[in-house]
């Protein structure tokens, strides 16, 4: 009851300012590491050789499995671990240099070692195929959004899931995690999710919207009453969707990791931009194009 209370008292519209500020922050730190640091592609993008070993029969540790490895690949391998078993990463071999890494780590670990390889050219068209899966999502977002509601409300939802986006992609940036295919089916997932929270208040203001007239003062407080009908709702599904996620990320394996941890960046990102960004860039948005509208009156 007193959380409630509390965000009754919240100016979820007129406070704009120091919201946008908060999620400016974040951008610039997320943009500013994508920049210099770059993003960790995994093989899926960039091509490379991927080897499973199954149920080894030597328990070696993550140093170990790199010393087995021939010397001339160690450097640039990622090894992790896969349930019972490793995974590890090099970049792009030929079929001999291939064969020579397998080798010997089957010997080493006394295991069967399975091998996928991929080349740079079908990374980079898988890359470029998860770029317009996610355009193709925000542009059907966007058409959906303006026969539903309007366009003022696609375009406050689509600025609202690039920032999440973004953020999401950054702290991926800043922790130096690979991305792969699973990233995408994360983001995918994340524009869902935050795409559900968005319109769920945007739904409680159309339902209070006045039939005629705007008037901006009474529609920011329509907003604010409209934000504050669902929040703690929002809110609170969140963090129960949360809980598992974290479990996932703490206790899975490393691909269930790299999942719930874009998901855990993601619906934090969501939820904060569906009731942070998103209703108030629809004020403002709304503001501007009745001030272009009454200029032209004026001039009469």
């Not at 409630?4 to 974040?26: C, T």
């Not at 792009?92 to 010997?107: F, I, N, T």
């Not at 058409?143 to 920032?163: G, K, N």
């Not at 490393?254 to 998103?278: C, E, M, P, Q, R």
Request: hydrophobic residues 50%.
């Amino acid at each position: 009851m007193a959380f409630a209370r509390a965000l009754s008292k919240v100016d979820f519209v007129g406070r704009w300012k120091l919201w946008f500020v908060i999620s400016g922050i974040f951008l610039l730190i997320s943009v500013g590491f994508i920049a210099v640091r770059g993003l960790n592609l995994g093989i899926d993008f960039e091509g490379g050789a991927k080897f499973n070993v199954a149920n080894p029969q030597e328990q070696l540790s993550v140093g170990g499995v790199r010393a087995a490895m021939p010397p001339e690949h160690r450097q640039d391998a990622v090894v992790q671990r896969a349930g019972d078993g490793w995974e590890i990463r090099t970049p792009v071999l030929d079929r001999e240099e291939s064969a020579q890494v397998r080798d010997a780590l089957g010997e080493a670990l006394g295991a069967e070692v399975s091998v996928q390889n991929i080349s740079p050219t079908f990374g980079g068209q898988v890359r470029d195929q998860a770029l317009q899966a996610v355009a193709a999502a925000l542009l059907v977002i966007v058409v959906f959004i303006s026969i539903r509601f309007e366009f003022a409300f696609a375009i406050s939802a689509m600025v609202a899931l690039v920032h999440d986006i973004l953020i999401t992609i950054g702290f991926y940036a800043i922790v130096g995690r690979e991305v792969n295919l699973v990233t995408v089916v994360a983001v995918l997932t994340i524009l869902g999710y935050s795409l559900y929270d968005t319109i769920i208040i945007f739904d409680r203001v159309r339902e209070n919207s006045p039939a005629m007239g705007y008037n901006k003062r009474r529609f920011d407080d329509m907003i604010n009453t409209s934000i504050r009908q669902v929040v703690t709702r929002s809110i609170f599904t969140s963090v129960c969707t949360l809980i598992p996620i974290t479990a996932l990320l703490i206790f899975g394996e490393s691909t269930l990791s790299d999942f719930a941890f874009a998901l855990l960046v993601g619906i934090i990102a969501g939820t904060y931009s569906s009731i942070f960004i998103a209703s108030p860039i629809l004020s403002l948005y709304k503001a501007w194009r009745a001030g272009r509208s009454a200029r032209p009156a004026r001039a009469t």
